[in-house]
């Protein structure tokens, strides 16, 4: 019977608190599907990286990993970063059999963790009506990534707040505190500052940063190890089991 490993690529981070956060969700993901191989590696900055964990886990006998990017867009990273380094352990692994899957986003059980994040930043249902709200992302020049953005933001806009705004720590515009001194000015008489990002770090900092800067009334934190984001990772991973098993029997 073939046993599958989900390798977990995070992007890495000088800021210690980034693979903290990672390994907190990875013990979530293993928690909440006992007997499942879980690994972590990292495109830069921390250890190790992904080809050591491939070469490890081939020495090992693993024969099929399905490697997800920790993102919740899909830009570089999981364009060209991630394809790029998993080819290169392909040619150099031939027995051991690499897929990769798709990023986390867009999702509703993301959607969910931050809707989970406000209400621990102290956001109550009576609150939504009259709150502008900032969706902080890390920012892209990928235009496909920033059209998810705009998309999420327009979603929440729909679900009770009285103004959705997207912003970005870096790449473009508008800034964090861009987006709530406009949401004062058209009315919102509270404004929450929601950062779409997984682990903290300089990026988040700089969304934390900017909401203090214009007066925010509600941070609430990254997304993190919450249970949703677990169960999304597991989900990730069982879609690219089905595709490539049905890839092999067709």
């Not at 900055?45 to 070469?55: D, G, K, Q, Y």
């Not at 150099?92 to 963790?113: F, M, Y």
């Not at 515009?173 to 770090?201: K, N, S």
């Amino acid at each position: 019977m073939t046993h599958s490993t989900l390798l977990v690529i995070a992007h890495g981070s000088r800021d210690p608190r980034h693979a903290a956060t990672v390994h907190a969700l990875t013990e979530r993901v293993r928690a909440e599907r006992p007997g499942l191989r879980v690994e972590t590696a990292y495109l830069e900055f921390n250890a190790p990286s992904v080809p050591r964990v491939l070469e490890r886990l081939a020495a090992e006998g693993a024969d099929e990993v399905v490697a997800l990017p920790l993102l919740l867009t899909r830009a570089f990273h999981a364009k060209t970063d991630i394809p790029s380094v998993l080819r290169e352990a392909r040619a150099r692994l031939p027995r051991l059999r690499v897929r990769q899957a798709d990023v986390l986003g867009p999702s509703p059980l993301l959607n969910a963790t931050l809707g989970r994040r406000l209400r621990e930043a102290g956001i109550r249902p009576g609150d939504i009506p009259r709150t502008g709200l900032v969706l902080a992302s890390a920012g892209s020049t990928d235009p496909e990534a920033i059209a998810v953005i705009a998309e999420i933001a327009r979603e929440l806009r729909h679900t009770g707040w009285c103004a959705v705004r997207p912003a970005f720590a870096s790449a473009l515009l508008p800034r964090t505190e861009d987006a709530v001194r406009a949401l004062r000015a058209e009315g919102a008489e509270r404004v929450a500052v929601a950062p779409y990002v997984i682990a903290p770090g300089r990026l988040p900092d700089r969304i934390a940063a900017g909401a203090e800067a214009a007066g925010a009334d509600v941070l609430a934190d990254v997304l993190g190890p919450a249970p949703e984001l677990a169960r999304l990772l597991l989900d990730r991973f069982d879609e690219a089991l089905v595709r490539e098993r049905a890839s092999l029997s067709a």
